[in-house]
């Protein structure tokens, strides 16, 4: 079975500062890794997605995530914080292996907050 | 471009009354999802369907049941509401149960009383 562990539910950095936020994954088999961020009353939108193929994959608004089977780990970063980056991040998990369901395992989540 | 509609946006429900939640995709796409987003939990799995015609059960199924007549649409039913099952739905769907990546409406806030 597929799980992802989300360290920290709440990080706050200041604006041009480093994000990183963490994500470490349970697999059996080579998983499939997504990082999906929430704005405020919104729904998910995808940010990046590893699919077996380069471990370092970038997304969308400068972000990027580096896959580490040693430490099946999935960590998002940012070297620069923009006020824009606030929203809650989630980081997930394909369940889909044969079994009858293909849904995304969803980590808790981490709310990002960027101070001035 | 739509994507995915959800209705309504929120709605406030006495309980024991019956509600539906509607959600239209014009993707075309053959899986989709009901998902519930609670505080400190994340998002959970409630139903789900590989293709028309047929539905699974998720992590959390008690309570609720679906329907996919068609490839768009993927209505959620809660029998009898309990405040319980006060949460913020979304609704999501994949091109298939393969893909991984899920596309989210805009979610449904619920508020049973």
């Known amino acids: 079975a597929q799980s992802v562990t989300q360290l920290g539910s709440h990080v706050s950095v200041s604006e041009g500062a480093l994000v990183l936020l963490r994500c470490n994954y349970s697999s059996s088999v080579p998983p499939y890794l997504f990082w999906y961020v929430q704005y405020p009353n919104q729904g998910l939108q995808l940010l990046l997605k590893?699919?077996?193929?380069?471990?370092l994959v970038k997304g969308i608004n400068g972000f990027e995530a580096e896959f580490k089977k040693s430490e099946t780990s999935f960590h998002l970063t940012k070297p620069s914080a923009h006020m824009s980056d606030a929203a809650e991040y989630f980081c997930?998990?394909?369940?889909?292996?044969?079994?009858?369901?293909?849904?995304?395992?969803f980590g808790k989540g981490t709310k990002l907050s960027v101070k001035p | 471009i739509a994507g995915i509609t959800q209705a309504p946006t929120s709605q406030i429900l006495a309980a024991g009354r019956r509600m539906t939640l509607r959600c239209t995709q014009d993707?075309?796409?053959?899986?989709m999802y009901w998902y519930r987003q609670d505080l400190g939990l994340g998002l959970r799995l409630i139903h789900y369907?590989?293709?028309?015609?047929?539905?699974g059960k998720g992590e959390v199924p008690d309570g609720y049941s679906v329907s996919r007549a068609n490839t768009d649409d993927f209505p959620l039913t809660l029998a009898s509401a309990v405040p319980s099952q006060t949460s913020v739905y979304f609704c999501?769907?994949?091109?298939?149960?393969?893909?991984?990546?899920?596309?989210f409406g805009e979610g449904s806030r619920l508020t049973v009383l």
């Open positions: 999501a769907s994949s091109p298939d149960k393969r893909a991984g990546e899920l596309f």
């Open positions: 590893y699919t077996s193929a380069a471990t």
């Open positions: 997930a998990v394909s369940a889909y292996y044969g079994g009858s369901q293909g849904n995304l395992i």
């Open positions: 369907s590989n293709t028309a015609g047929t539905t």
């Open positions: 993707m075309r796409h053959n899986a």
